[in-house]
């Protein structure tokens, strides 16, 4: 999993990456998010399908929440400088949830 959010980091500043709202992409987003809600629950416990509809769900959700912010955000500052905002944010969202998820326990 560590590869594929390293592989994520590195595509996303490439200027040839597809949108992430293309049908691939998206799908992609979805499965991983879907992958991740499970296995969250899982280690908590809880029903894997709603951890797997949970995380399928975020990803549409910050799928288009992070393609509208990002292409706002672009009009006023480089895209790099944007692209490295949107992966402190996630990054700094992995690790609240992971650090959320240890103290549910």
């Known amino acids: 999993m560590t590869e594929l959010a390293i592989s994520e980091l590195v595509a996303d ?9 293309n049908a691939g992409s998206l799908a992609s987003r979805i499965a991983s998010g879907a992958i991740c809600g499970a296995a969250v629950c899982g280690a908590v416990k809880r ?3 709603a951890g797997a509809l949970l995380g399928g769900l975020g990803a549409v959700v910050g799928a288009l929440a992070g393609y509208h912010l990002r292409k706002r955000l672009s009009r006023d500052m480089p895209d790099f400088k944007v692209a ?3 992966d402190t944010l996630a990054v700094g969202g992995g690790a609240l949830v992971t650090a959320l998820m240890a103290t549910a326990e």
């Open 13 to 21: 500043k490439l200027l040839f990456t597809a949108s992430r709202l």
């Open 47 to 49: 029903p894997l399908a």
């Open 84 to 86: 490295l905002l949107e």
